[in-house]
C-alpha cells in the first residue's frame, strides 16, 4: 500500500537556526514526490517536484533531495515567514492520484 | 486573477440542506480534484475527473456527488449535509498526473 510518512508533526526554530523535515514514503514505482508550502486556512502551495534517486531541487532558503525511501526539506537560515505547514506527497505509476502525507507545522520565532 | 478559484469561500449551513461548492480553472487543465483537509487527517481525495466524461471515486465519497460540466468547471454536491462533513474543501487540477494545483479552498461548516 502507498504511505507517506512525515516528521517531525511540529518544529519550533530561532530565526536562523537550519533545520530539516523528513518525509519516508512506500510506493510502487514512484513517479514523482512533491513538496508543498501550507498557510493556515489557504490552500497548499506547489514548491518542488523529484522524480528519482539523487535529485535536488532549491528555492530560496528551502533546498529538497530525494532517497529511494525518503525525501528531506532542507531550510537554511530560516525567517518567520517561512512558518507554514509543509506536506509531502507522491505519485505512483499505478495511479493518478496523489497520496500525502500529514504535514510538518514549522513555526520560525525571531 | 487566480488560476483556480473556488465558491463560495465560506460557507454556513444547516442538516440536512442540499449545497454545491464549485471550481473553475483557467489552466487547461484535463485532470481536476476534490479533496477534503480535517485537523490531524491531512488532505483526502473525495472525486476525481480525468476529462468532461471520466469522474472517478476517491477514498471518502459517502455522501458526495460531482459534475464536471466542461473542462475548466468541476462542482461538488452535498445531497443531505451532516455535521461531520465540516471542514476545509480544496479543488485541485494538474496535467498528466504532474503535480496538482490547488485553489484557495471552501471552509463549510454544517450545524
Known amino acids: 500500500e502507498d504511505q507517506v510518512t512525515q516528521s517531525p508533526e511540529a518544529l519550533r526554530l530561532q530565526e536562523g537556526e537550519s533545520s530539516s523535515l523528513n518525509c519516508s514514503y512506500t510506493?510502487?514505482?514512484?513517479?514523482?514526490l512533491f513538496w508543498y508550502r501550507q498557510d493556515p486556512g489557504k490552500g497548499p502551495e506547489f514548491l518542488f517536484t523529484?522524480?528519482?534517486a539523487g535529485e535536488e531541487k532549491e528555492k530560496e532558503r528551502l533546498k529538497a533531495t530525494l532517497t529511494k525511501k525518503e525525501s528531506f526539506l532542507h531550510i537554511t537560515a530560516p525567517k518567520p515567514e517561512d512558518s507554514a505547514t509543509y506536506l509531502c506527497?507522491?505519485?505512483?505509476?499505478?495511479?493518478?492520484?496523489?497520496?500525502f502525507g500529514t504535514g510538518t507545522r514549522l513555526q520560525v520565532f525571531p | 486573477d487566480a488560476d483556480v478559484t473556488q465558491t463560495p469561500r465560506n460557507r454556513i449551513t444547516k442538516t440536512g440542506k442540499r449545497i454545491m461548492l464549485e471550481c473553475s480553472q483557467t489552466?487547461?487543465?484535463?485532470?481536476m480534484y476534490w479533496y477534503r483537509q480535517d485537523p490531524g487527517l491531512g488532505l483526502r481525495l473525495i472525486y476525481y475527473?480525468?476529462?468532461?466524461?471520466?469522474?472517478n471515486k476517491g477514498e471518502i465519497s459517502d455522501g458526495y456527488s460531482v459534475s464536471r460540466q466542461a473542462q475548466a468547471k468541476f462542482s461538488l454536491s452535498l445531497e443531505s449535509a451532516i455535521p461531520n462533513q465540516t471542514a476545509l474543501y480544496f479543488c485541485?487540477?494538474?496535467?498528466?498526473?504532474?503535480?496538482?494545483?490547488f485553489g484557495p479552498g471552501t471552509r463549510l461548516t454544517v450545524l
Open positions: 485541485a487540477t494538474s496535467v498528466l498526473g504532474n503535480e496538482q494545483f
Open positions: 510506493v510502487s514505482g514512484l513517479r514523482g
Open positions: 523529484l522524480y528519482s
Open positions: 506527497a507522491v505519485g505512483s505509476y499505478n495511479t493518478d492520484k496523489l497520496i
Open positions: 489552466k487547461g487543465h484535463d485532470r
Open positions: 475527473s480525468f476529462d468532461v466524461k471520466d469522474i
